[in-house]
């Protein structure tokens, strides 16, 4: 019986693929994900490969059988083949296997993942399948009950980029609250932190509480959403202190060392691996009047102003609309600034460019906005950098609050 279901859903799968396929022109991504393959009532690994969460379809989908399913999902929540390449969408792959999916949560940037990063999400309906599209970045950032009713399970599939201020981990706890105040399950489809080899950052201040953070962890915090998730249920971080009935299917083969590089943008500003791994140092200049690349096609690689010092910064180049960024910051202005595209992988939050910013300012009046203490999640780095604190003092001030963080991450840490 078993091997039969089992079966029938590898078919399903190729069916849908090449389905998927021919109506995207065939179009491939490289990562480094294998389909787990079942035989005999045991999982087979053919490579030793991540294989994501969505991808062990028989290990969740014996859970949905006979429910009423909700979706917390993007363009990131695709299911991997055993070729590397095509891919689909969770919802189509459920759908296909006769799954009751009965509605679609989209976080901010969307479901397809094409928003502006802080441009409203409506709500809506998937055209492909008819499915409704709830909006969680729009009238509400928290599923009301309403939008729940009729659920039995919400799955949250979400790839992240472990940085505290990228506000999928807002979305999940939001969810995951309002699930715990329904009595619905959560079931997090596990991928992997592709930066997640490191933690580092000042730790946020509740008082600074927002929904670019929510919890008291450092800027980078070294963990999957599987096991963040297991984190907001055990300290006790919903509201009233309630808990989650949270179900977390783990990846394999994975490690928080393991070299990961993402095959579909996580957001419109985080192209590529370069971006994702110097988002963390560079999501400051947000918070001040420097633009990170946006309205470029090195969002997050580079960083200029106005307002920088062209003695001091040489590299040049003019902001305008695009995909991701439609009002880009100084837009037709020239920013003088860095170029840090084909800079080594980071394994520590990076502060220079921060600091060499403010200093090589030409109005320090101007530099910092209302925003940055929020993403910083603390007063105290601003007066840091004012104050002409380095780096070294700066990050030997918060090595206290990441020895504790680190000791409390381990209860949660599911992967080596």
């Not at 389905?19 to 030793?48: A, F, P, R, Y």
Request: glycine residues 8%.
């Amino acid at each position: 019986m078993f091997k039969n279901r089992v079966f029938q859903i590898n078919i399903v799968l190729v069916l849908i693929l090449i389905s998927c396929g021919n109506k995207t022109n065939h179009e491939t991504v490289k990562n480094d994900l294998i389909l787990e393959e079942v035989q005999n009532n045991s999982t087979t690994v053919t490579q030793t490969e991540i294989i994501v969460g969505a991808n062990r379809i028989n290990t969740y989908l014996p859970l949905l059988e006979g429910k009423h399913i909700g979706l917390v999902a993007n363009q990131t929540s695709v299911i991997f083949n055993s070729d590397n390449e095509l891919h689909t969408h969770l919802v189509d792959s459920l759908i296909a296997l006769k799954v009751d999916v009965k509605k679609v949560f989209a976080p901010e940037h969307g479901f397809r993942g094409t928003a502006d990063a802080g441009e409203l999400v409506k709500d809506g309906t998937d055209t492909k399948t008819g499915i409704p599209i709830v909006s969680l970045y729009g009238k509400n950032k928290k599923p009301s009950l309403e939008q729940l009713t009729g659920l039995d399970i919400v799955i949250f599939d979400i790839q992240d980029v472990g940085a505290r201020f990228y506000t999928y981990i807002s979305t999940l706890h939001y969810v995951m609250e309002a699930c715990a105040e329904a009595g619905i399950t959560v079931i997090v489809l596990d991928r992997p932190n592709p930066n997640g080899h490191y933690v580092d950052g000042p730790t946020l201040k509740m008082e600074y509480r927002s929904f670019v953070g929510m919890h008291p962890i450092p800027v980078v915090h070294g963990m999957t959403i599987g096991e963040y998730a297991k984190m907001i249920n055990g300290e006790g971080w919903l509201k009233n202190k309630v808990t989650c009935d949270l179900k977390v299917i783990e990846m394999k083969h994975y490690t928080h060392d393991k070299t990961y590089s993402l095959p579909i943008k996580p957001s419109p500003n985080l192209p590529n691996d370069q971006a994702i791994n110097l988002y963390p140092s560079l999501c400051f200049f947000e918070g001040t009047n420097v633009n990170a690349g946006r309205g470029t096609s090195k969002q997050f690689q580079i960083y200029g102003s106005p307002y920088l010092d062209k003695d001091v910064y040489t590299f040049k180049y003019l902001p305008s609309p695009n995909q991701g960024a439609k009002f880009p910051k100084h837009e037709g202005k020239l920013c003088y600034g860095e170029d840090l595209s084909e800079r080594e992988q980071l394994n520590t939050l990076d502060l220079s460019y921060l600091i060499n910013g403010y200093h090589n300012s030409i109005d320090k009046k101007l530099f910092f906005n209302d925003f940055f203490i929020k993403l910083a999640g603390t007063e105290l780095l601003q007066k840091q950098i004012e104050n002409g604190l380095s780096e070294a003092d700066i990050k030997a001030s918060w090595q206290d609050e990441l020895s504790a963080f680190k000791t409390m991450r381990r209860l949660y840490l599911i992967y080596e």
